[in-house]
């Protein structure tokens, strides 16, 4: 193609818009909607799966040793437990730190734990992590088999419900999206139809001159792509800004420390790129799929 | 030689209507043709298996020494190119100015800017329309917006012009000034094929009649006359 042809199809597709004004501003409102409705959705989406994988990250195992276990048998014990395949994390807390942790989880009453520093009750015990949270069962079994653990605990039931109620919210977020990305692109195809149908008579012009069907598609493909992140850039604003008012509130508002929504960045920007690529996407595609029933004269 | 050469052509639309049977036509380079008869006797089907916006059902059309019933989908555009059409309603974009509607068709087959321009103005000369080059469609006569459909026609420098009916939509005094168009782009040596109802002109400008009825030619004569009450 020429570069005066391609520079004619943009400026064709710029110009289209202005020229069908109303049509213009009817499709990349569809756009506008739609995207927003999905924005809000992919943020909430995201914050969920964040948020299930903080729970699911403090799922751990904790390994406890015989009170009397002496240096050497720690030594080897951290040494099996680190060799051990599924293992991401090993950590070991020596009986001293145990015996800090468990006043502190007693607050003010932690007092009543005074004096046991002589004669530590504690054993010394390693907290283990799964590499991923699924595998924290198998991974249990195989360290109750390594030579001087005493006791393995983690909590199994639990574990399973979670990984249960984490497996559906996942699937019906995607589903979600899913479903909305589809009536998107056919809200958007319709509406952009109705723009071309007005536009046949252009197109039945274009064939009787001489257009090759590419030559005519051009501009429209243009246009439609200039539709998608015309109505992106709204939703974008909308989101962004609605977002950091909103972490912002829960961090100084509510000071929910446990709500722990993602960081503004990088998500503001992954949010922004998915809503112009999908805004692009489908204003080229409802174009180009209305445009395809009038090519053929 | 022939530029147009009809072979036993039929046409049956979809639902049955048999429009044209067993055509056989001859045309050579630089005539100037009428074609006329009853309405729905298969005048516009004549005229459109020639710029293939119908195929015929059966039999051979070959233009310019091409098959155009066999013709790829994809060659069509670049055929078309050969071929100037005018309508009765014109078709002119009504956003685009004059000198914009004209520039489509040159820009369509990817002509240059240096080679639009010059050539739009020598045809927008031809057809008298040079000082309205800004004008939109809507502001001009029914007259001037044929014209202009005519330049539009032209611009490509065509080896045919088919004329449907062009002069459907004008009063008898603009009438006569289209066809007065239609025969200078003739004696510049362009075919021109033209349906019409039009006995006035027919009648007295004395021209090659093909008469089509009830999907036959009726009638095929040099210098013939209208020949109907309508």
Redesign the interface.
Known sequence: M?T??IT?HLREGFKNLG?NGWMTFASVSAVTITLLILGVFLLLAMNIQHLVQTVEKQVEIRVSLDVTADQATVKKVEGELKKLSDAAEVTFIPKAEGLQNLKKSFGEKGVLFNGLEKENPLPDSFIVKAKTPQQTGSLAQKIQKVNGVKKVNYAEQTTKKLFAITDVVRLVIIAFIIALAFTAMFLIANTIKLTIVARR??I??????????G?IRWPFFVEGALMGILGALLPIAILTFGYAYLTDFVEQQLALYFLNLLPMYPLALQISLILLGIGAFIGVWGSLMSVRRFLR? | MCLIEMQDVWKTYPNGTVALQGIDVHIKGGEFVYVVGPSGAGKSTFIKLMYREEKPTKGEIVINGSHISRLKERYIPHMRRKIGVVFQDFKLLPKLTVYENVAFAMEVIEASKKEIKPRVMEVLELVRLKHKARSLPDQLSGGEQQRVAIARAIVNNPDLIIADEPTGNLDPETSMDIMETLLDINKRGTTVIMATHNKEIVNNVRKRVIAIEAGRIARDEQKGEYGYED
């Open positions: 020429k005066s042809t004619r020229r008579h252009e039945e012009i274009m064939k009787l001159v001489g257009a090759t069907n030559f004269i």
